[in-house]
């Protein structure tokens, strides 16, 4: 069973950073593209950040140049630098299976970020 668990959110005021957390288990049979998203209240999830199982990285056009996703062993981090009150959102790890897991989509909890100006 693949599982996710998102930490390290919290409240920072702009101009500030945060690091979270995905640590991730279960994902031994296949290979996994590990994504982030973050929703605001009363908006939809919007995708955030993404590495590939063959390590290539994508972006959001708001995230350029301000978030670094990477990969150590079982965890996906996403460094947020320079942030931003329009930030603020629930951030979500997702798992998305590679063949033969393809159309096998996992989600975390999510986890908080709160930025003040």
């Known amino acids: 069973q693949v599982r996710l668990m998102e930490s390290g959110g919290g409240a920072v005021q702009a101009g500030g950073s945060l690091r979270l957390s995905c640590a991730t288990s279960?994902?031994?049979?296949?290979?996994?593209?590990l994504s982030w998203y973050r929703q605001a209240p009363g908006t939809g999830r919007d995708f955030v950040s993404i590495?590939?199982?063959?390590?290539t990285t994508t972006y959001a056009d708001f995230a350029v140049g301000r978030f670094t996703i990477s990969l150590d062993k079982n965890t996906v981090y996403l460094q947020m630098s320079s942030l931003k009150p329009e930030d603020t959102a629930m951030y979500y790890c997702?798992?998305?299976?590679?063949?033969?897991?393809?159309?096998?989509?996992?989600w975390g909890q999510g986890t908080q970020v709160t930025v003040s100006s």
């Open positions: 279960g994902m031994e049979r296949c290979r996994y593209d």
């Open positions: 590495i590939k199982s063959d390590g």
């Open positions: 997702k798992a998305a299976g590679r063949f033969p897991c393809n159309g096998l989509n996992y």
